[in-house]
T-cell receptor, first 111, second 108 residues
Framework: EPEVTQTPSHQVTQMGQEVILRCVPI?????FYWYRQILGQKVEFLVS????????KSEIFDDQFSVERPDGSNFTLKIRSTKLEDSAMYFC?????????FGPGTRLTVT | GQQVMQIPQYQHVQEGEDFTTYCNSS?????IQWYKQRPGGHPVFLIQ?????EVKKQKRLTFQFGEAKKNSSLHITATQTTDVGTYFC????????FGQGTILTVHP
């Protein structure tokens, strides 16, 4: 069964550093998403992407965040200057229509 | 911003007991989705509800969408230890919104 993959599974970075989280969505899907989940809290929507542009973004997704689909398979989330409060699990998801398939997540730890 | 309220936050049951979680919105929803997240895992899609008053079943799980499309419920009959996890509803108010989730624990 096709699945969404994410790398790395765990990223540790120092405050102020840039990080890039990578995702490979399911190949025939057209909609891509990033979510984050702070430990013990609910899943929070960050951004959705369709047709090579952002279609929706939340208040969390400020100028420090950017997304890119650099080629036909990867979908990346960049955080330019990480803060301690960016520590969370980041999930990528993709969908053909409405059902979203989530990747296993990248745990980001900012020290 | 607009939110979907999910209750209860936690539910602990004995194996074999039933379980229900509810999502409520102050505004009419176009659709609602339910997901399950096992401890340490990622959300997994369960169902989508679109029509007013819709009821869908998946084995021991029953999903309902209210007549006014402002609330939804997930009911599990005769819980098993494999049902443990967090159950989320998700909808869109222009922006995708997840409920707070209900953490279900099942005591064998």
């Amino acid at each position: 069964e096709p699945e969404v993959t994410q790398t790395p599974s765990h990223q540790v970075t120092q405050m102020g550093q840039e990080v890039i989280l990578r995702c490979v969505p399911i190949s025939n899907h057209l909609y891509f998403y990033w979510y984050r989940q702070i430990l013990g809290q609910k899943v929070e929507f960050l951004v959705s992407f369709y047709n090579n542009e952002i279609s929706e973004k939340s208040e969390i997704f400020d100028d420090q965040f950017s997304v890119e689909r650099p080629d036909g398979s990867n979908f990346t989330l960049k955080i330019r200057s990480t803060k301690l409060e960016d520590s969370a699990m980041y999930f990528c998801a993709s969908s053909a229509l409405r059902e979203q398939y989530f990747g296993p997540g990248t745990r980001l730890t900012v020290t | 911003g607009q939110q979907v309220m999910q209750i209860p936050q936690y539910q602990h049951v004995q194996e074999g007991e039933d379980f229900t979680t509810y999502c409520n919105s102050s505004t009419t929803l176009s659709n609602i989705q339910w997901y399950k997240q096992r401890p340490g895992g990622h959300p997994v899609f369960l169902i989508q509800l679109v029509k007013s008053g819709e009821v869908k079943k998946q084995k021991r799980l029953t999903f309902q969408f209210g007549e006014a499309k402002k609330n939804s419920s997930l009911h599990i009959t005769a819980t098993q230890t494999t049902d443990v996890g967090t159950y989320f509803c998700e909808t869109s108010y222009g922006k995708l919104t997840f409920g707070q989730g209900t953490i279900l624990t099942v005591h064998p």
